[in-house]
C-alpha cells in the first residue's frame, strides 16, 4: 500500500488551516479557497476516506490530573519478540505511545505517572517483561505543547 497521495491546492488548504486549528468551519476553509463549502467537504472526506486525515482529536494536559511525570522509555528488544512486547506494553496505562526504530534501542515509548516512584515502578515492569534486553528512562521536566502541527509543510503537487 502506497503511503503517498497526490495533494491539490484545496487539499492543501484543508490541512494547514485545521493543524492550525481542527475546529476551522468548512465555511471558513471555503472562504480562503474561494470556492463553496460542499467543495471543501467532499475533499475532506475524500482526504479521511484514503488515510490522509486519521481523525480528530481533543488534548488535553496530563498535569491536571496530577500526571507530573512525563518521560521516554528506550529499550532495546530482541528482535524476535518485538511485537510480543509491543502488545504487553499496550496494557500498560501509563505507556501513551510506542514507536518502533533501529539503532541501539529499537522501541521507543512515551510515558506519563504521578511521581518518580511510579516511573520507578513502571520501568521495572517494563525492564521484567520477556524480550526486553535494556530499558533507560529520560525523565522530561518542562515540555512545550505536544505537537507543533502548523510547522508541517504541506505543498500542493504542481501541475506540469
Known amino acids: 500500500m502506497s503511503t503517498q497521495r ?10 494547514k488551516a485545521l493543524l492550525k486549528d481542527a475546529r476551522t468551519s468548512f465555511a471558513e476553509i471555503a472562504k480562503l479557497c474561494k470556492v463553496q463549502p460542499n467543495v471543501i467537504r467532499t475533499h475532506f472526506y475524500k482526504l479521511k476516506k ?10 488535553l494536559r496530563p498535569e491536571f490530573f496530577g500526571y507530573d511525570c512525563k518521560a521516554t522509555l528506550r529499550l532495546k ?16 496505562s501509563e505507556v501513551l505511545q510506542i514507536a518502533e526504530g ?18 520507578n515502578r513502571i520501568v521495572e515492569r517494563i525492564r521484567g517483561l520477556n524480550g526486553v534486553v535494556e530499558a533507560e528512562a529520560d525523565l522530561w521536566i518542562t515540555t512545550t ?4 502541527p502548523a510547522n508541517l509543510q504541506i505543498n500542493a503537487l504542481r501541475r506540469k
Open 145 to 148: 505543547e505536544n505537537v507543533f
Open 50 to 59: 484514503d488515510g490522509v486525515i486519521t481523525g480528530e482529536i481533543m488534548e
Open 6 to 15: 497526490k495533494i491539490d491546492s484545496i487539499d492543501a488548504e484543508i490541512l
Open 77 to 92: 528488544v530482541n528482535i524476535n519478540k518485538v511485537s510480543s512486547v509491543v502488545e504487553q506494553l499496550k496494557t500498560i
Open 102 to 119: 533501529f539503532g541501539k534501542k529499537n522501541l521507543l515509548c512515551f510515558i506519563i505517572t504521578r511521581s518518580i516512584k511510579d516511573l
